[in-house]
C-alpha cells in the first residue's frame, strides 16, 4: 500500500516503566498552586485534631459521668 507511513512501536524500555499516578506525577506549578496544596494538608491535619479532641472530650464526659453514677449509687445503698 503506496502512501501508507510504517507503524512505529516505542522502545520496550519505555513500556515497561511504571506510570505515576495523578497524585505522585502533579506538582504545583506556581507559588498560589503550592500554598493552597499545603493549605489544604494543614486543614486536613486541623480536623483530624479537632476530632481527636472531641473524641477524648467525650471519653472524659463519660468517665465523669460514670463516677458520679457510681458515687450515687453507693450513697443509696448506704442509707
Known amino acids: ?4 507511513p510504517p507503524i ?3 522502545p520496550e524500555s519505555s513500556a515497561s516503566q ?6 505522585e506525577s502533579y506538582q504545583p506549578s506556581t507559588a498560589q ?8 494538608k494543614v486543614l486536613q491535619i486541623m480536623a483530624k485534631i479537632e ?9 472524659e464526659a463519660v ?5 458520679e453514677v457510681e458515687f450515687d449509687l453507693a450513697a443509696a445503698k448506704a442509707s
Open 51 to 59: 476530632e481527636d479532641a472531641r473524641m477524648l472530650n467525650l471519653k
Open 63 to 67: 468517665k465523669e459521668f460514670t463516677l
Open 33 to 40: 498552586e503550592r500554598h493552597e496544596s499545603e493549605m489544604a
Open 8 to 10: 512505529v512501536y516505542p
Open 18 to 23: 511504571q506510570v505515576p499516578t495523578p497524585s
Open 1 to 4: 500500500m503506496a502512501g501508507v
